[in-house]
């Protein structure tokens, strides 16, 4: 699990609303044109435990779309291969490949080989991950390029893209001149960049980052992804409602997102059968892609309509 960036409003208020904005978008306006993915209700989100070092649960889950993670292991030689992806297609869903563009973590193996300069301030919350200077082209060539061309080697339908956030956990003070809005500016423009390479090689291919809405207020953003992955919209880790300002921040620029044509794959953080109710029925209402699942990411999360 990555813990959103910016903001998300108290769960009573979030399960109350309308959100009129969230619904199907109107025709007419090309701005609001529904995208590949706006018809996806249901996902799972499973990045460690595949059991045996396979995708089979994923395969026979009930799910219209699936997230999993580049490699089984977390190295290079343990990509998953096209044959495996193609094993879950033919299950009718679409799947995107995880993985970070703002930072490295240690057990990954382009840690071993990335330039020391490139790494920055290690992240809190996790230890073993370290921010990096995302906007330098080393990063392009040694990690994101690589791992954007492995994803489509492998079949896989798009990627699902962590730690956009790291625009805003970076420590200034390591990176003398830039700012919160010229480091937001440069994580917006590589998320661009990654969508432009790869619809260019793949037309259609998918491009979903995870958390950090609010990057839609950079100009050609917003045109560049076709959704967006969003944590704790309705319940944190674990089971505790989402009653926080940034709550309420968040879900407003997520549903802007929707209202703009693109998909809002959510995924709350509860283990309880009335959360978990509460949070497939605040996606229904919003027009989300909705996953209730455990702070692991370990297992296939049942569907919101309660098929096993």
Known sequence: MRRPAAALAALAALTALSLPACAAPSKGSASREAGPLTGVRSFTYVL???????LDAVAAAPHELAIVDLSRDATAPGYFSAAEIAE???????????????????????????????????????????????WDPRWWKLVVRPRLEQAMRA???????????????????????????????????????ISAHAKASRPGFLVVPQNSPELRRHAGYTEAIDGIGMEELFFRATDLPCDRQ????NLSEAAALRAAGKAVLATDYATTAAHRRTACEAYGRAGFAGNVTTVE???VSPPCDGKE
């Open 48 to 54: 460690t435990g595949y059991p045996g070092g396979r």
């Open 88 to 134: 879950v297609r033919k299950s009718g869903k679409r799947v995107l490949a995880y993985f970070e563009i703002g930072s490295v973590e240690e057990f990954r193996t382009e840690f071993a080989t990335l330039p020391a300069d490139l790494r920055l301030n290690v992240w809190p919350d996790w230890p073993d991950e370290h921010f990096v200077r995302y």
């Open 155 to 193: 079949g896989f339908d798009g990627v699902y893209l962590d730690t956009p956030l790291a625009y805003e956990e970076i420590d200034l003070a390591r990176v003398p001149g830039e700012s919160r809005r010229s480091l937001g500016r440069k994580m917006a423009d590589l998320i661009v960049r």
């Open 246 to 249: 940034w709550c309420g921040e």
């Open 297 to 299: 990411l370990d297992v």
